[in-house]
C-alpha cells in the first residue's frame, strides 16, 4: 500500500554543480525538494522506488549508477545500494546494469542529499508516452509489492511557458501546469489521471507518465497532498509536492 510520495522536478539543473553560476536561481526548489524527501523517509517505507521518464523505460536496481557527465560535470550518483552474494549492500553496482537515466539520476541525488534509506530502493522508468490506464496498472503494482511503499516521482510540467522556453510559447501550457498543480497539491487521483496523454505531449510535459503512475498507485490509499513549490523557470513549470 502506498503510504507516502514526494513528487519533484527532474532538470539536472538541479544539482548545483552542474547549474554552476545560476545554482541559486533554483535553491527555492531544492529546499522544496529536500523537506518533501525527508517526509518518504518518516513514513517507514518497506520499499522505495523512484518513478521517472525514460526514453526505454524498465526496471532500475538498487546499485544502478548515473552520472552528470553529459551535463559537462563529473559527478556520479548510486541509486541505493547493491546486494551481494556474500552479505550486506557495499554500494557497488553490478556491471550488467544499465545506467540510470536523467530523470532517476537527479532522483537519486536527491535521496544521496537526504541520507542513505532504511528502504530497499528500485528505479523505473516510464515511457512518456505510455496511455494513463498502463501508468495507473503500474502504480498499481508499486503499491502492492509490500505493506508500506514510498515513491519518488520524478517529472517536469510543461515546457512551452515562454517565447524563451525548450518548446517556445503555446497559450494552452500555462491551463495544463494550473491543472497539474491543483492535482498534486490537493492528491486528486482522478484529476491526475484525466491529463490528455497528446496534449502533454505538444507540451513537452515529462511528467505526465510518472504522475499517472502515482495516481494509480495511490488509488484507495486516502493520501493527502500539499504543494510545497511551483514556478516555470526558464518557462518550464516545476512542481514539488508531498503527499501522506
Not at 80 to 87: A, H, I, L, V
Not at 95 to 114: C, F, K
Not at 130 to 143: K, Q, W
Request: some cysteine; charged content about 20%.
Amino acid at each position: 500500500m502506498l503510504v507516502a510520495a514526494a513528487v519533484c522536478p527532474c532538470p539536472p539543473l538541479l544539482v548545483p554543480e552542474v547549474a554552476v553560476g545560476a545554482a541559486p536561481e533554483l535553491d527555492a526548489a531544492r529546499a522544496a525538494c529536500a523537506d518533501a524527501v525527508g517526509l518518504l523517509a518518516a513514513a517507514r517505507p518497506d520499499r522505495l522506488y523512484v518513478v521517472g521518464p525514460a526514453p526505454e523505460g524498465g526496471v532500475f536496481p538498487a546499485g544502478s549508477a548515473g552520472t552528470f557527465a553529459g551535463f559537462g560535470v563529473d559527478l556520479a550518483v548510486r541509486l541505493g545500494e547493491s546486494p551481494t552474494e556474500d552479505g550486506p549492500a557495499t554500494g557497488g553496482a553490478p556491471a550488467d546494469v544499465r545506467p540510470l537515466p536523467s530523470a532517476l539520476a537527479v532522483g537519486a541525488w536527491l535521496l544521496g542529499r537526504a541520507g542513505r534509506a532504511a528502504a530497499p530502493i528500485e528505479g523505473l522508468g516510464v515511457d512518456e508516452g505510455a496511455e494513463p490506464d498502463v501508468c495507473s496498472g503500474i502504480g498499481r503494482e508499486l503499491a502492492a509489492s509490500a505493506p508500506r511503499v514510498a515513491l519518488l516521482v520524478m517529472g517536469d510540467g510543461s515546457a512551452c511557458r515562454t517565447v524563451k522556453a525548450p518548446g517556445y510559447l503555446d497559450e494552452r501550457a500555462a491551463g495544463f501546469d494550473a491543472q497539474t498543480a491543483r492535482a498534486l497539491g490537493t492528491a486528486d487521483v482522478a484529476a491526475l489521471l484525466a491529463l490528455d496523454p497528446d496534449l502533454a505531449h505538444e507540451l513537452k510535459a515529462a511528467g505526465r507518465a510518472p504522475w499517472q503512475v502515482l495516481a494509480g498507485a495511490a488509488e484507495g490509499a486516502g493520501l493527502e497532498g500539499r504543494l510545497l513549490f511551483e514556478d516555470a523557470p526558464y518557462g518550464v513549470g516545476y512542481f514539488v509536492a508531498a503527499w501522506s
